[in-house]
């Protein structure tokens, strides 16, 4: 994907406040922190369009990222915050869930995963969710830049193996820092998006 233009269009809580149209969007999902952001920011090839660092389970919104007026990415806040209380988490299920339930244009959804720890219970419990669905996904390695190459793999095993990742599922080490896995993720997303055409 050529990058010819990038921003922020909306911020959404409630279904009527989505994009209207019919874009097919790619969604990015993760615990709060493990740098959704900075892989959009990376994709779009753009410094500042997704807010990086913002304060942890501050931010319960939706944001829609077009790119070149063809499609969208979908920032969705991040779970697992541990501060967050009851409620929020609520919250944070109840938006998420009201999106990806209910999301026609849904073509792909990118799972984040820290490379450096193991999968949380909830990184688990969206593995579980993803896999009870028709909706395609991939899984990226992220911050990879903090592993010597060697131990990123290993790693990547690990994670592919505690989640039982099914065997054709996109696996992408990935480094906002390094913009290592840019390309890879792409020719992933505009597989989805073809074949949704
Ligand atoms: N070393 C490293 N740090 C990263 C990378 N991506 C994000 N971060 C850092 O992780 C923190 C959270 O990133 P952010 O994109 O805001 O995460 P989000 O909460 O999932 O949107 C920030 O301090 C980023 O600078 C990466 O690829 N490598
Ligand atoms: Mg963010």
């Known amino acids: 994907m050529i990058i010819k233009k990038?921003?922020?269009?909306?911020?959404?809580?409630?279904?009527?406040?989505?994009?209207?149209?019919?874009?097919?969007?790619?969604?990015?999902?993760?615990?709060?922190?493990?740098?959704?952001?900075?892989?959009?920011?990376?994709?779009?090839?753009?410094?500042?369009?997704?807010?990086?660092?913002?304060?942890?389970?501050?931010?319960?919104?939706?944001?829609?990222?077009?790119?070149?007026?063809?499609?969208?990415?979908?920032?969705?806040?991040?779970?697992?915050?541990?501060?967050?209380?009851?409620?929020?988490?609520?919250?944070?299920?109840?938006?998420?869930?009201?999106?990806?339930?209910?999301?026609e244009q849904l073509v792909l959804i990118v799972l984040l995963i820290d490379i450096r720890h193991a999968p949380s219970v909830e990184d688990a419990k969206m593995m579980d969710w993803l896999k009870e669905r028709d909706i395609p996904y991939a899984v990226c390695g992220v911050k990879c830049d903090k592993l010597s190459n060697n131990k990123a793999i290993l790693s990547a095993r690990k994670i592919v193996s505690m989640l039982e990742v099914e065997p054709d599922t996109p696996f992408i080490l990935f480094s906002a820092t390094k913009k290592q896995g840019i390309e890879e993720l792409w020719e992933v997303i505009d597989f989805y998006i073809s074949d949704s055409e």
Request: aromatic content about 10%; hydrophobic content about 35%.
């Open 6 to 103: 990038a921003e922020h269009e909306i911020t959404a809580v409630r279904r009527d406040q989505y994009p209207e149209g019919n874009r097919p969007e790619i969604a990015f999902v993760g615990r709060s922190n493990v740098g959704k952001s900075s892989m959009i920011n990376a994709l779009c090839n753009r410094k500042g369009i997704a807010r990086v660092g913002q304060t942890p389970g501050k931010t319960r919104v939706l944001n829609f990222y077009t790119v070149n007026d063809e499609i969208y990415l979908v920032d969705l806040p991040g779970y697992g915050y541990a501060k967050a209380g009851l409620e929020q988490k609520k919250i944070w299920n109840r938006f998420t869930d009201n999106y990806l339930n209910i999301r």
